[in-house]
């Protein structure tokens, strides 16, 4: 089955640097890799996601990076503000022979965003 | 708007009782998942669902067992409630190999 481990399991920056959270996998037939975001107190939400056939996808200031063949996928925010303050996670579906999808998720990053 | 409702925000129960979880989506999403969320650990996988009586266990499945009658209902039954079990669970859909929408959460505390 799917393993997947997520690094840092916390992350303390400055307002306006960058952040960078890594993800492994260990499914190579895995082709889907969502980021979601959980503020406090609410549910995850997704925030962007990648498919194998590209190797980055951006939206505003973050981005997504996909290298297949290392297996792992990490997430960039640049220039970030307090409200990036949150718990982040990756995940990657596995797709099961009989149909549908085991959803995996790393164990999050705490992200704190300090002034 | 995709919209995953789960029956309780909050839930207090005694150890050893029976207690349902119940989620309901609105999409015709086809897959359905329950996870528990502790603190340091993530978000693991206790049961999910690909279709209607449909149901594979996650990383965590001792303890809990899983119902789904309709596509837009998963229940998540706890046997026999233990503190150990005292948590935050939350419910999501998806479509396969798309975004999953979850649900509010509950918080169960098992006293």
């Known amino acids: 089955g799917e393993n997947v481990e997520q690094h840092p399991s916390t992350l303390s920056v400055q307002e306006g640097d960058s952040a960078v959270i890594k993800c492994t996998y260990s499914d190579s037939a895995s082709n889907y890799f969502p980021w979601y975001k959980q503020e406090l107190g609410k549910r995850p939400q997704l925030i962007i996601d990648i498919r194998s056939n590209v190797g980055e996808k951006k939206d505003q200031r973050i981005a997504v990076t996909l290298n297949k063949t290392a297996k792992h996928f990490s997430l960039h925010i640049t220039e970030t503000q307090p409200e990036d303050s949150a718990v982040y996670f990756c995940?990657?579906?596995?797709?099961?022979?009989?149909?549908?999808?085991?959803?995996?998720f790393g164990t999050g990053t705490q992200l704190k965003v300090e002034l | 708007d995709v919209k995953v409702t789960q029956s309780s925000r909050y839930l207090v129960k005694r150890t050893g009782e029976k207690v349902f979880l119940e989620c309901v989506q609105d999409m015709d999403h086809e897959n359905m998942f329950w996870y528990r969320q502790d603190p340091g650990l993530g978000l693991r996988l206790i049961y999910f669902?690909?279709?209607?009586?449909?149901?594979e266990k996650g990383d965590i499945p001792e303890g809990y067992s899983v119902s789904r009658e309709k596509k837009e209902r998963f229940s998540l039954i706890l046997e026999s409630a233990s503190t150990n079990q005292t948590s935050m669970y939350l419910c999501a859909s998806s479509l396969f190999n798309t975004e999953a929408f979850f649900g509010q959460g509950t918080r169960l505390t098992v006293v």
């Open positions: 669902s690909y279709d209607v009586k449909m149901k």
């Open positions: 995940a990657a579906p596995e797709g099961l022979t009989g149909g549908g999808n085991k959803l995996t």
